[in-house]
């Protein structure tokens, strides 16, 4: 069965920068991309970025287009996001998962994670 550990959130000023990680395991979501979500306080959770693991092609959600980038590494399965000049808009607990075709559509596949909090003061 395929497991996600999410890490890397904290809390941060705006304008700060974070790194997240997602490891996977089990199956890993073979022929699947993979991509992060957030789910902010009353909202409903929302698709950031995601990214093909044998290309490497990225698609982003508008939000946060030029600011985050979704990376890779298949030798150790694992998925990172890395965002830049974070805004309070951007606070949310961020999951990752696999992401159904096409990318575009941002579909989440698969169980959720426990997620990792993002705090971004003003």
Known sequence: ???LVESGGG????GSSLRLSCAASG??????GMGWFRQA?????????AIVRSSGFTFYADSVK?????????????IDLQMN?????DTAVYYCN???????????????GQGTQVTVSS
Not at 66 to 78: L, V
Request: proline share 9%; charged share 25%.
């Open 1 to 3: 069965q395929e497991q």
């Open 11 to 14: 809390l941060v000023q705006a």
């Open 27 to 32: 199956r890993t979501f073979s022929g699947y």
């Open 41 to 49: 306080p009353g909202k409903e959770r929302e698709f950031v970025a």
């Open 66 to 78: 030029g600011r985050f980038t979704i990376s890779r590494d298949n030798t150790k399965s694992t």
């Open 85 to 89: 000049s974070l805004k309070p808009e």
């Open 98 to 112: 696999a992401v159904g075709w096409p990318l575009s559509k941002g579909t989440p596949i698969g169980p959720w």
